[in-house]
Structures are given as structure tokens and as C-alpha cells.
């Protein structure tokens, strides 16, 4: 027994909305569910070294730029006010970690009174950050 085909071949154009409208979602969905790295703050010029150990969110993060201005936490601050603030993180986490980013021309003198400052609140590891190394 031999069936009949009734398969025809229509000749029409392709609608081509329906392919953008998914393409255009996909766009969406892929920006919006992917992650930008993005560093607030104040440039600082950091001095080169080669380092294995990332910044944790529970980090401290006091930044000391060459004019003088203290960031606590990406947060304009006071000399006299880091003191409080130390002892206030000390007293939360006792073993909070302070990082500190200083510019290459800030004095010794100054990266020194922020260090004594925070080992007074309690605040015992402290590290300095630098950038990568080039090569």
C-alpha cells in the first residue's frame, strides 16, 4: 500500500520578530545577571609587589592619599575620628584585619600614626595594599 505525500513546499518570507524579541531577552538577561567589578574611591598611585592574598568584605580599609585625605571604607574621614572607628571594628571582630592603601608620596610618618593608631584600638593584623607587579 502507497501513501499519498501531501507535503508542499510554501514560499513566504520569514517573520523575524520573534528572533530579535529572544535575542534581546537573552541580551537582557546576560547583562543583568553578569557581575562588573567596579572600585569606588579615590585613585591612590600604590607601590608594585608581587601578592597572593585577595581583600575579604570584612576587611578595614583606610585610604591615605598624597593631598592628605583619609577614606575609612571608601568614606571621607578625620585623623582625629579613625581612632573611634578602630575601636568601634576591634569591638565587633576582634580579629579584624586593616588594609591599608597609601599613596607612594604620603610621608612614612603618616602610614606609621594610622598603624600605632589601629593596634591602640586593638586591631592586630594589619597589611598594606599594593598592585600587581608588571612585567
Known amino acids: 500500500m502507497r501513501f499519498k505525500r501531501r507535503l508542499t513546499i510554501s514560499k513566504g518570507f520569514l517573520d523575524m520578530t520573534p528572533l ?8 537582557i538577561f546576560f547583562m543583568l545577571s553578569s557581575s562588573f567589578v567596579f572600585n ?3 585613585k591612590v598611585d600604590l607601590p608594585e609587589y608581587t601578592s597572593s592574598e585577595s581583600l575579604d568584605k570584612s576587611d578595614l580599609v583606610v585610604t591615605i592619599t598624597r593631598e592628605g ?3 575609612y571604607n571608601d568614606n571621607s574621614i578625620l585623623l582625629r575620628e ?14 579584624a584585619r586593616l588594609i591599608i592603601k597609601s599613596a607612594n608620596e604620603v610621608p612614612h610618618g603618616i602610614v606609621v600614626k594610622v598603624m600605632v593608631m589601629a593596634k591602640e584600638a586593638g586591631i592586630k593584623n594589619q597589611a598594606f595594599a599594593t598592585r600587581p607587579k608588571e612585567d
Not at 530579535?20 to 541580551?27: A, E, R, T, Y
Not at 579613625?82 to 580579629?95: C, D, G, Y
Open 20 to 27: 530579535i524579541d529572544v535575542v534581546l531577552l537573552l541580551l
Open 69 to 71: 585625605l583619609y577614606l
Open 82 to 95: 579613625l581612632e573611634n572607628k578602630f575601636r568601634q571594628a576591634a569591638s565587633e571582630n576582634p580579629n
Open 40 to 42: 569606588p574611591g579615590v
